[in-house]
């Protein structure tokens, strides 16, 4: 099988040989999306970029439910990282999350909404200074993100907003939490809806001390259920603090051990 | 100019008048029973949607037609074919579940009854719009005309005589939340609807994995010689049965197992399919769809344990 990763590693020389300065080196596209350079600008500056396979997007080839598409990232193969970013290039908001990882592990899963057929990629920016890409199409009949959120059909959804329910699991030594959090994630897309959404979530150590922290933006879905890792060597409880756009703060520890 | 526009206007006449050609055939599986079987597919733009498997009976007093497929041209066609095995009028449709592929042909029906249980005559009256969208973006042209057109007509469980067949009706659920089954005492021909599947892996838009394992306990207990699953070969009982069963069982014990672990969605449609359902047509996307479907209910039982 050809991997993708030996297909850019040759195609990059290709490409630039053929191509010289008009394309300024830049890698192809492996998904060939019609918004890769605007991505690229828009979310990755002017560092350098590779197309890497090491990097693991897990997603579904379709969208079943347009408002909840799970999807994993984990960058571990590529040692330590500084941000990984996942964004869906075909998105009226692309950017899903920001992710600082820190002295958590480079690993993060949640579920987004989905507005079309997209490419869906991880871009993890290495200690050098250069974005490693990887990612899939997600097909879907759409309309996600133009959907009013599910909790305004509930009388009572602001009475239990930010309820949060949590679990630790063991994983190869180190520790998964799960986290889901009650709130609409209203996108501002929905008629007559204003944005509302939790924007940051910061994980901080028994002592206070800022482990790693996730931004949150517009497509993150409805009640988010956050997947992370912590390494070992990190014990006690851990705190979870969340943050929406209205400065609504919720806070959950969770025991480690 | 004007040559032109009519050179085109004659090419567009014979292409507007072509509906999409299902090909369907009718196979006598019984005494005055027939099977119209489709295909162990998804919807795509091939096979125009017949994914699915209808059947009709021809009785004295009349055809009874179950499930008038996935678009109005496929009723139609079925209409067209059931003219070519009996004179006698179609008496009576009976839709067995509120998936579309099951009565979206219903359009080609509209002078007969057309019947169903309760809950599904609620739901297919219910039903979005975006429904026909979503269809119609999967399967294209062959979906030209169809409209939403609801069961005119209520069943409910118990015995049916029609001309000289004796049917008897079961009030299920599980597969959706209404699952019609017609067995015909009189051929001993069970139609399952979709509580059973054959070689084609089963689907769970709306599944409750219990209700449907219960449902499979009532088929089984029927006087049965020949079980027309919703979608697959026909064959005696109880293969359909113990299959269905066997993937369900799995499917519960897998996603459980799963969430016990703390593996999100993402992770769980990657996962390794056993050799016995590897093999069932379009078992990795089917199972993925079932994953969006089933496991958030897994996941969230395990997490509100602490």
Redesign the interface.
Known sequence: MITRRALLGHGAGVAALAAGRAWGAAPMDPLQSVAWEDMRALLLGKGPVVFDDRITV?????A??AL?V???VDAGALGRVQRILVFADLNPIPLILDFAPGRLAPLI?T?FKIQQATPLRAAALDLKGTWHVAGQWVDA?G?GCTTPALAHGEADWTARLGET???V?D?DGRR?I?L?IRHPMDTGLAAGIPAFFIEKVMVEDAGGILLGELATFEPVSENP?L?FEVPAGIGGDITVTARDNNGNIFRRKVALS | MRALAAGIALMLVPLQALAFDYQLTAREIAPDTYVVPGRMEHFNRANGGNIVNTGFIVTTAGVVVIDSGPSLDYGRQLRQLIGTVTDRPVRLVLITHAHPDHYLGNGAFGDVAISALDGTRAEIAGAPPALLDGIYRLVGDAMAGTTLVPPTGVVTEGPLVVGDHGFELLALDGHTRSDLAVLDRTTGVLFAGDIAFLDRTPTTPQADIEHWLAALDRLRALPAKLVVPGHGPVAPPPQAFDQTAAYLTWLREALAAAAARGLDAAEVIDMKLPEDFAGLAVARAEFARTVAHLYPTFERSVLSDK
Do not use: N, Y
């Open positions: 897990a997603a579904p080839m379709a079943e439910d909840q799970p999807f994993l899963a579920r009949m309309g329910e949590a679990r699991f994983r998964r799960r889901s259920l997947t």
